[in-house]
C-alpha cells in the first residue's frame, strides 16, 4: 500500500494467492471514523496528514497530537485504506488474526458501513472496551452484497486500555473465501493437536511425581504443561 491506496485490479486470486493489505494506511489517532467522515465514492472528507504502516503498533511511535509526546499501548485509532478490486470478486473474503486489543473492519458502501469483522468491542474508554483475541474470517464479497463495486474504502478501528501493546498487530489478508477458510481450520486443528500434547505431557509428569515423591522437577513441568495448555 502507498498513501493509503493498493490496485489489485491485475491480480489473480487463484495463480498469485492471497494479498496482506500490508503499507501506508491513513491513520487518524483518536479518532472512530464514521459515516459522515467520507463521501458517497468512499473517499475520506478529513485532511490525511499521518500515515501509519500496517502491520505495526503504535507504541513507540510520536503522537500526531502533540509531537514532543510518544505513545504508549492505550488508546485508539483509525485506519483508511482504498483497494481497487479485480473483476468478478464475488468469492473474496477478509480475513485477520487480531489487533491489539480489539477491533473493527468495516466497509464503506452507498454512504454506509457495512461490518466486514470484529473482535471485542472498540470503545474510547477503558470502561467500555472489552478486548478479544481471536483470528476471524468475514463472509464473502457476495455475502457481504459488495461484489459490485470496482472500489471499496476499508476502515479498521482499533482500541486498546488492557495490552502492553495497541495497534493492528498483523495484516488483513484478502483471498478467497474457501482459501481463508482451510487456513483457519488447519491452524486450529495443529492449536488442538499442540494443547492434546501439552495435556498429555503434563498429566504424564504428574504421574512420575506420584510415584517418585522427590522428583519435584516432574511435578514442575507438568505443572508448566497444563498451565501452558490452559
Known amino acids: 500500500a502507498r498513501k493509503g ?11 498469485d494467492g492471497p494479498v496482506k493489505l500490508s503499507g ?26 499521518n500515515a501509519f504502516f500496517v ?22 485509532a483509525s485506519f483508511v485504506i482504498r483497494l481497487k478490486l479485480p473483476k468478478n470478486p464475488d468469492d473474496l473474503a477478509f480475513s485477520l488474526k487480531e489487533s491489539r486489543s480489539s477491533y473493527q473492519l468495516i466497509g464503506f ?14 470503545a474510547k474508554t477503558s470502561q467500555k472496551q472489552r478486548p478479544q483475541y481471536l483470528h476471524r474470517v468475514s463472509p464473502s464479497f457476495k455475502q457481504l452484497k ?7 474504502t476499508l476502515v479498521l ?54 510415584q517418585r515423591n522427590q522428583d519435584r522437577m516432574s511435578l514442575f513441568f507438568g505443572l508448566i504443561c497444563l498451565s501452558t495448555a490452559l
Open 109 to 122: 458502501k452507498e454512504g454506509s458501513f457495512i461490518e466486514i469483522l470484529s473482535n471485542g468491542i472498540i
Open 157 to 210: 478501528k482499533v482500541s486498546n486500555f488492557y495490552d502492553l501493546e495497541g495497534g493492528p498487530k498483523f495484516s488483513v489478508k484478502l483471498a478467497s473465501q474457501s482459501f481463508l477458510a482451510n487456513e483457519l481450520f488447519s491452524q486450529r486443528i495443529f492449536a488442538a493437536f499442540l494443547i492434546g500434547l501439552l495435556v498429555f505431557m503434563g498429566f504424564c509428569h504428574i504421574g512420575l511425581f506420584l
Open 5 to 15: 491506496f493498493i490496485d489489485l485490479s491485475n491480480w489473480n486470486f487463484k495463480n
Open 146 to 152: 459488495i461484489e459490485s463495486q470496482d472500489f471499496i
Open 24 to 49: 501506508d494506511w491513513s491513520f487518524f489517532w483518536k479518532e472512530l471514523l464514521k459515516p459522515a467522515d467520507f463521501d458517497q465514492d468512499g473517499e475520506i472528507l478529513k485532511e490525511v496528514n
Open 55 to 76: 502491520p505495526g503498533l503504535w507504541n513507540g511511535t510520536q503522537s500526531p497530537e502533540n509531537p514532543g509526546q510518544i505513545l504508549n499501548g492505550n488508546g485508539y
